[in-house]
């Protein structure tokens, strides 16, 4: 059995049983996110599933809170920033976190100690319900709540958003690649590092070349870890493509 995974009503899921040689391929495709992103085995074994909001998704029924989940992907062995919404009559209660240097080298993972890897650097505030209504008028001003650009490619290497919503009990999934029109256009970034404590820097967006990415080795570490993404139509095509 191999540690690719599938696609189930919108989520992604692992097989029931797989062997050791199959644990690191599992580490990169990854298993349903249930929670607990801060935790460093969390971050490897699910971090697709984060990305593509299985939980939001699974959660955003009739009545269900308005959550927000927007990743920046800044060159992904450079920096990943990630922002986490949920609403509620007071406003809505904010987190920031920010990694530097990629949180799925394998080189960095050990059965023996999960834990020795770099982790977030965490931010936490409440938004007054003002503030929870600029950062809503900016999502949809930047086409958070719109059809995502089924098709979209991105690698890791290069500099996007992708963002996973649960808006009036409805789940909408996005995805803004730089350099592009609709990147350009997009808004809500400021609203939430306006809000981010956390005293890291942005790693700028700059073009990223193709010798760079998709899959070749010139320019990179061999350390770093290669990836790519394709946006469908509410969600991300089953399995990372590498």
């Not at 989520?11 to 607990?36: D, H, N, Q």
């Not at 834990?115 to 319900?129: I, Y």
Request: charged share 15%; aromatic share 12%; hydrophobic share 40%.
């Amino acid at each position: 059995m191999t540690g690719k995974p599938t696609r189930y009503n919108g989520r992604w899921r692992c097989p029931a049983a797989v062997g050791l040689s199959a644990m690191f391929l599992l580490a990169l495709a990854g298993c349903t996110y249930r929670g607990a992103i801060d935790q460093p085995v969390t971050i490897k074994f699910t971090w697709f599933s984060y990305l593509n909001g299985d939980d939001i998704r699974g959660a955003c029924t009739a009545g269900a809170p308005d959550s927000f989940r927007l990743v920046y992907n800044g060159s992904y062995n450079e920096q990943l920033r990630a922002y986490e919404v949920v609403g509620g009559a007071g406003g809505g209660n904010y987190t920031a976190r920010v990694m530097r240097g990629g949180g799925l080298r394998l080189s960095q993972f050990s059965l023996r100690d999960p834990q020795a890897v770099a982790g977030w650097t965490v931010s936490r505030t409440q938004l007054a319900p003002d503030r929870m209504a600029a950062l809503t008028t900016a999502l949809a001003d930047s086409g958070a709540f719109a059809p995502a650009p089924k098709g979209l490619r991105m690698a890791s290497e290069q500099f996007y958003w992708i963002s996973a919503a649960c808006r009036r009990g409805q789940f909408y999934f996005n995805a803004w690649l730089y350099p592009s029109e609709r990147f350009a256009q997009l808004t809500f970034p400021a609203v939430l590092f306006g809000y981010d404590q956390t005293g890291l820097a942005v790693n700028a967006p700059r073009d990223v070349p193709p010798i760079e990415r998709g899959g070749s080795t010139t320019g990179r570490s061999e350390r770093d870890l290669h990836f790519g993404l394709e946006v469908a139509e509410n969600g991300l095509v089953a399995g990372p493509t590498f």
